[in-house]
């Protein structure tokens, strides 16, 4: 709700919305409502990530940062390090990472 001739209105939720203006001055008023013409939508979530290096030398410590777009809120992450050798013949296998954010 707004008493602004121009109001700036921000649309939190992904929705249809009916939008209605009254007019008012010394000879009455008048409202108009638009059915449905505000129609807010997510953006489409598409994931992507990069990382501050991609070789070297064992044990390689690597950052990745997420640049996923579409307001992701849950990450979860695997690192493809299966390894096997021929000397002791042991798989390992690091586990899935799971990343929430906080409650907005």
């Given at each position: 709700m707004s008493t602004d001739q121009n109001p700036i209105h921000t649309y939190t939720d992904e929705s249809t919305y009916t939008v209605s203006l009254t007019s008012?001055?010394?000879?009455?008023?008048?409202?108009?409502?638009?059915?449905?013409?505000?129609?807010?939508?997510v953006?489409?979530?598409?994931?992507?990530?990069?990382v501050n290096i991609t070789g070297g030398k064992a044990p390689l410590t690597v950052q990745f940062t997420d640049t996923s777009t579409g307001a992701p809120d849950t990450w979860n992450w695997t690192f493809g390090d299966v390894a096997l050798t021929n000397k002791t013949r042991y798989m390992s296998i690091l586990p899935m990472a799971s990343i929430q954010s906080p409650l907005r």
């Open positions: 008012t001055n010394d000879a009455g008023s008048d409202t108009e409502t638009k059915l449905g013409y505000v129609i807010a939508t953006p489409p979530l598409e994931a992507n990530f990069n």
